[in-house]
């Protein structure tokens, strides 16, 4: 280098970090005064607790976050442990979740195990392996799964979109019979008398509670469930699209709205139906589930959906889980409320003498 050269050294760079006997000296204090000074333990006086953070603030001195750990017994992080790959449903969740546990000063490490039971295993071994005070476990699908094996049930595990096949483990979940009786009372209340139900597999669960919730909304309002109104199929455009062209063949009378089983049947239904000649929604209402904005804003008209309230779900596991680090034993399966975005899909353009308000056609 030249004699101008003014780069600095690494040792210049990244000068050694303060310890606690840099602080006490600065302080004027013993280590064990700064250890209860920083650990807001002990009975000291104010004058020196001031003293000693202000020492370290001045040294810019970090305590050593596994040392305070081993101290009071908690780590401050919790485990993720997911199998969404995609994410469109974890998200939400684990992005909520974190805000809630950051204002607690717990970090989050989290984990994909993509359905593989290896790959889990493997992840809980490290997370097991950092100290985590708890592990949150969140899936794409809400459908019943093996219990996490904790050793010695010494940590407290949540279930949020997913459920264990253990009764004594607490589970979050979207009310899906509560959500599809709001889709289905929404057209209803808007004067709609012949309803489908275009959904996904039987299998699911969440298939099986929204079928039950569109059910019983139509037997409340003194309507039939039509034979053949019923239609299972995937979770696609092209099954909506599909179930469109076999309810609308004419040999049956034609329903007047859908309510679909997620947003992506739901826009292909929409598609369908404006290639048959069909107006949505002055001749078919359409209601969708999940409100994912990808699907619910791109389709045109803009699609009604169920919001599962992802979020909310989020911070009421980051809400029960601080309560578990700290002592409360919580069990058994919660069900969230979910609520109805009203777009386009399912109500008629305002005439100029409506009020403009009763359609959203952006999300909330």
């Not at 994909?112 to 794409?140: C, M, S």
């Not at 589930?289 to 791109?298: E, G, I, K, S």
Request: aromatic content about 4%.
């Amino acid at each position: 280098m030249g004699d101008n050269d003014t780069t600095d050294s690494p040792a210049e760079r990244y000068p050694d970090r303060a310890t606690i006997r840099d602080v006490a000296a600065r302080a004027g204090v013993s280590v064990g005064t700064v250890s209860k000074a920083l650990n807001d333990n002990g009975r000291l006086k104010q004058e020196t607790r001031d003293k000693v953070i202000a020492a370290a603030n001045a040294l810019g001195f970090r305590p050593n976050a596994m040392a305070q750990s081993l101290h009071r017994a908690n780590s401050m992080t919790v485990g993720i442990l997911s199998t969404d790959s995609f994410g469109r449903f974890t998200f939400p969740i684990v992005e909520a979740l974190e805000e809630r546990l950051a204002e607690h000063g717990i970090a989050v490490f989290m984990c994909n195990a993509t359905d593989d039971p290896a790959r889990e295993k493997q992840h809980l071994d490290q997370l097991l392996g950092k100290r985590i005070d708890g592990l949150v476990v969140t899936a794409r699908r809400m459908d019943r799964r093996p219990a996490i094996a904790v050793p010695g049930n010494s940590m407290p595990v949540i279930y949020v979109f997913s459920q264990a096949d253990d009764p004594d483990a607490l589970c979050l979940l979207p009310d899906d019979h509560a959500g599809a009786v709001l889709a289905v009372e929404h057209l209803i209340d808007g004067g709609r008398k012949r309803i489908a139900h275009v959904t996904g597999p039987e299998r699911f669960e969440a298939v099986t509670l929204r079928h039950r919730g569109y059910v019983d909304a139509l037997t409340k309002a003194g309507l039939a469930a039509r034979a053949g109104y019923y239609r299972n199929g995937k979770w696609s455009e092209e099954s909506g699209r599909d179930a469109v062209v076999a309810l609308f063949d004419g040999s049956n009378e034609a329903p007047d709205a859908l309510f679909c089983g997620n947003d992506q049947i739901a826009r292909g239904a929409t598609d369908a139906l404006r290639e048959l000649g069909l107006r949505v929604p002055q001749d078919v209402a359409v209601v969708g589930f999940d409100n994912w904005d990808v699907m619910a804003l791109a389709a045109r008209p803009p699609l009604s959906s169920v919001d599962m309230n992802l979020r909310a779900l989020g911070r009421a596991a980051g809400e029960r889980l601080i309560a578990m680090i700290a002592g409360a034993r919580l069990k058994g399966v919660e069900r969230l409320p979910c609520s109805l975005v009203v777009r386009a899909s399912s109500v008629p353009p305002p005439s100029p003498k409506t009020d403009k308000k009763t359609i959203e056609e952006d999300h909330p």
